[in-house]
């Protein structure tokens, strides 16, 4: 569990390293989308991740307000990805339907973009939104309708 943990926090620590880059995808027909996303570049080489984006939100910060609601404080709290005013919030040990993982908000709300995201690590540090992950659909239905049932007090929205 250590070496897991070690491994999601040296990729936490490369994400605040990595360039921006925003991932509005124009015209999806859905309200959230899996994209590729830069976590880092170390020499000649280019770390990606897949990472779950909701659209149709009320607020970037809608991924860690549905955490905290469900799951009350965060495990940590690391530099936003894509702006500095929306930091990156971990849950660690997060238990949905029977298995543990590490979940990872951030989001961006700006000119550019709106989405709040996820990233989703299981126990041995997979990355459950790669297609095949056997938890992907589980994962996105679940969060899916969490978030379209979000009505979490504006204390949590300030508290963010």
Not at 79 to 105: A, L
């Amino acid at each position: 569990m250590r070496v897991l943990l070690f491994a999601i926090l040296s990729v936490m620590s490369l994400i605040q390293c990595s360039s921006t880059q925003n991932h509005l995808i124009p015209g999806h027909d859905r309200g959230y989308d899996v994209v590729m996303i830069e976590l880092a570049v170390e020499a000649s080489d280019t770390i990606y991740s897949e990472e779950l984006q909701f659209y149709n939100i009320d607020a970037a910060i809608d991924a860690p307000a549905l955490m905290y609601m469900e799951y009350g404080n965060w495990n940590k709290k690391v530099n936003g990805k894509y702006q500095d005013n929306i930091p990156r919030y971990v849950w660690e040990n997060i238990i949905i339907k029977s298995k543990r993982y590490t979940i990872v908000t951030d989001g961006a709300e700006n000119g550019e973009a709106f989405f709040t995201a996820f990233m989703i690590f299981d126990q041995e540090g997979n990355n459950c939104m790669k297609k095949e992950h056997l938890d992907r659909s589980k994962l996105i239905s679940y969060l899916e309708n969490k978030l379209k049932s979000l009505d979490a007090p504006d204390e949590v929205y300030r508290m963010l």
